[in-house]
């Protein structure tokens, strides 16, 4: 394993120490003099010669995007792990086949694999197709239990120290275990995810899917420890330390979606470590047609009421620099009042911000121009426009498209909304569709989950978890 500085970050010299800056956003952290010295060795720094308080402080840098953590594979761990592969499955003999067939291309000892196929009432061969690929398999007892009631099932008999869980419309590739697993020499951590990438790219929609589906995190790595934060991992692609698993009581049975975040999120609570690593692929079948990929997005956002009940301290948080936000409400106005008079006024606040935020790093010795520090800002006002925008639009599109119809500069700004906040989302994943497409599918998601965790709350008959955490700071 190896530390190393992210892409764009930069050291800087500074008073009593260094500075850690990242351009994209501008951001930075101060380095005391140690510590300085410790990230200019990087990545030639022999990491066992390392106090305890020099791991955890490159550790809180990866958190913060400053330090990238590279594995070198499984030579980093002792001893391999054992692991039982877990697939809950119904009715999917063919995608559990092509799943299964994956398994046998896995760079893992197979001495040390153990696959567990959990049948939840199938009416066609797909028990056959377990049994002949020589899968261990298990009846649920019920039909349609549901794939956490399954996965439960599969896990009591698992003798596996690694539980690794995949759906049967998923293919592994083959170093699947052996990007994951090396995560694991942290003892605190609990579980760990994979990249979750489409299988199919045929149509428009495969190809929307691909990169914009909820199962697919990104490709930068993320973590979570004890929180309020909404971090979790997807269980099509998860690996679980067996006690771990067993100390949180597994997946709640009752739950037929959500029910990885809330176990992720119980993993948390109980004081473990979950990560997100881009790597470690499985490959997922998307739903290609349009109204299964509604229907799947509804679904999903039925799961935010019962999931704020069972996790009230993890709400939605928005955080508003004030006068970022200021200049953004002026924005807003000017749209809404068609008028010009309020940007002349943004502009001057602006300014106002460039010059202060220049004289804050001018007090720790960093010499910036200040077109750089404008453009910096000028982009931040941008990430805070995109920030609640998203928000407005997975939340609240259908109100807004309601109150449209009776008040039509509404509609402008809904408008804008949406071509903004979508295009950032279009250069950012790059899907590899037309933008009118991408619009058209980025649309109907937006307003299927939104309509879904209405439906949720109705359900539950609270309305608690449309709650926002406001906090002002910057």
Not at 38 to 48: C, M
Not at 88 to 96: F, G, I, N, T
Not at 223 to 236: E, R
């Amino acid at each position: 394993m190896i530390y190393q500085l992210a892409d764009g970050v930069e050291i800087e010299n500074a008073v009593h120490g260094g500075v850690l800056v990242s351009s994209r956003p501008l951001r930075m952290v101060r380095l005391n003099r140690s510590l300085l010295d410790l990230v200019q060795r990087l990545p030639n720094v022999d990491l066992r010669q390392l106090a305890a308080a020099e791991v955890k402080a490159l550790e809180k840098l990866v958190k913060g995007g400053f330090v990238d953590r590279r594995w070198h594979g499984l030579e980093d761990m002792a001893e391999l792990p054992t692991v039982s592969i877990i697939i809950p499955v119904k009715d999917r003999a063919e995608d559990l086949r092509h799943c299964l067939n994956s398994l046998e291309q896995l760079d893992y000892p197979q001495d040390k694999l153990q696959v567990v196929v959990v049948d939840d009432g199938s009416s066609d061969e797909t028990p056959d197709v377990a049994e002949n690929w020589g899968a261990i398999l298990l009846r649920s007892g019920k039909i349609g239990g549901g794939p956490a009631f399954a996965r439960n099932k599969g896990a009591s008999v698992a003798e596996g120290e690694i539980l690794a869980f995949i759906d049967s419309d998923c293919s592994a590739e083959k170093n699947w275990l052996s990007d994951l697993l090396p995560v694991f020499y942290d003892e605190e951590l609990a579980a760990v995810g994979g990249l979750v990438d489409g299988m199919h790219h045929g149509s428009a929609l495969d190809r929307y899917e691909a990169v914009m589906s909820s199962l697919n995190l990104g490709r930068r790595e993320m973590s979570g420890g004890p929180g309020a934060d909404t971090f979790y991992l997807p269980s099509c692609n998860l690996l679980i330390r067996k006690k771990a698993f067993s100390e949180a009581g597994g997946f709640r049975s009752e739950l037929h979606v959500g029910e990885d975040v809330d176990l992720t999120w119980r993993l948390r609570d109980l004081g473990w470590k979950i990560k997100y690593m881009p790597c470690g692929t499985v490959y997922h079948a998307h739903r290609s047609f349009l109204w299964p990929f509604m229907k799947r997005r509804f679904d999903y956002g039925t799961s935010e009421g019962i999931l704020h009940q069972l996790h009230p301290v993890r709400g939605k948080k928005m955080i508003l620099p004030p006068m970022l936000t200021f200049i953004l409400v002026l924005l807003m106005a000017s749209v809404l009042l068609k008028t010009p008079w309020p940007l002349p006024i943004a502009a001057s606040l602006l300014l106002i911000d460039v010059f202060l935020t220049r004289r804050r790093l001018d007090k720790i010795g960093l010499d910036f121009s200040l077109g750089k520090i404008f453009a910096a800002r000028l982009r931040a006002v941008g990430s805070l426009g995109y920030y609640i925008g998203y928000h407005l639009l997975r939340y609240y599109l259908l109100p807004l498209i309601l109150s449209a119809v009776f008040l039509p500069k509404l509609a402008i700004l809904m408008l804008l909304i949406v071509l903004g906040v979508g295009l950032v989302d279009y250069r950012v994943r790059k899907p590899k569709i037309s933008l009118l497409g991408f619009y058209m599918y980025y649309t109907l998601e937006q307003l299927s989950y939104g309509t879904g965790v209405l439906r949720g709350c109705l359900k539950v008959k609270s309305i608690a978890s449309y709650a926002l955490d406001f906090k002002c700071t910057g």
